[in-house]
């Protein structure tokens, strides 16, 4: 089993609609947690890190559910600027070494 | 404001050949780390270093080296390419987590 997994999509959204998507893993011991982002043919920027209760980002809030070991990523209202593939990523405790997931890659549909 | 700089930005290679990949930082960062990203596959992490004259392999560090003589440069060795190693190769930096700056990657053909 991947430490970190993602559904790789694509998710075809409406410009204006809500989406969400999950990122699981599979180390309890998992400390940290964050989203990228990647443009086409560009490299991953950091998008927000993911706290135990939750952030919120203007249209984008990201949660973390350490029991069943998922974090999330809700984009409200979304633009078609949001079109883009996202990473998450997790780091054990103790360490600064960051595990990506797969990416899921979003479109939005004007 | 250069941030992390990769160099080449393409590059092709026959089986065999070996190259450097070039990565440097002007942000005093101690942290740096190489990443190949494949489809299907994510960023993996090649190898890494906390600091000057300090490495360590990632999950993927099989036939490529690296070094850190300084706190800014952190090259990619390819020893001895082959075709599995054709990929995009990121370089990352950063003074501590969570935010990991990258270059704009280095695409790599190994024929």
């Known amino acids: 089993r991947k430490e970190v997994e993602q559904d790789p999509g694509p998710f075809n959204v409406p410009e204006g609609a809500t989406v969400a998507f999950n990122c699981t893993y599979s180390n309890s011991a998992s400390q940290s947690f964050f989203w990228y982002r990647q443009d086409c043919r560009k490299e991953p920027k950091l998008l927000m890190s993911?706290?135990?209760s939750g952030n919120e980002d203007g249209r984008f809030t990201a949660q973390l559910n350490r029991a069943s070991q998922y974090i999330s990523l809700l984009i409200r209202d979304s633009k078609l600027s949001d079109s883009a593939t996202y990473l998450c990523?997790?780091?054990?405790?103790?360490?600064?070494?960051?595990?990506f997931g797969t990416g899921t890659r979003l479109t939005i549909i004007p | 404001n250069a941030g992390v700089t990769q160099t080449p930005k393409f590059q092709v290679l026959k089986t065999g050949q070996s190259m450097t990949l070039q990565c440097a930082q002007d942000m005093n960062h101690e942290y740096m780390s190489w990443y190949r990203q494949d489809p299907g596959m994510g960023l993996r992490l090649i190898h890494y270093s906390v600091g000057a004259g300090i490495t360590d392999q990632g999950e993927v560090p099989n036939g490529y080296n690296v070094s850190r003589s300084t706190t800014e440069d952190f090259p990619l060795r390819l020893l001895s390419a082959a075709p599995s190693q054709t990929s995009v190769y990121f370089c990352a930096s950063s003074s501590g987590l969570p935010n990991q700056y990258f270059g704009a990657g280095t695409r790599l053909s190994v024929l």
């Open positions: 993911v706290y135990s």
């Open positions: 990523a997790v780091t054990n405790f103790g360490n600064e070494k960051l595990t």
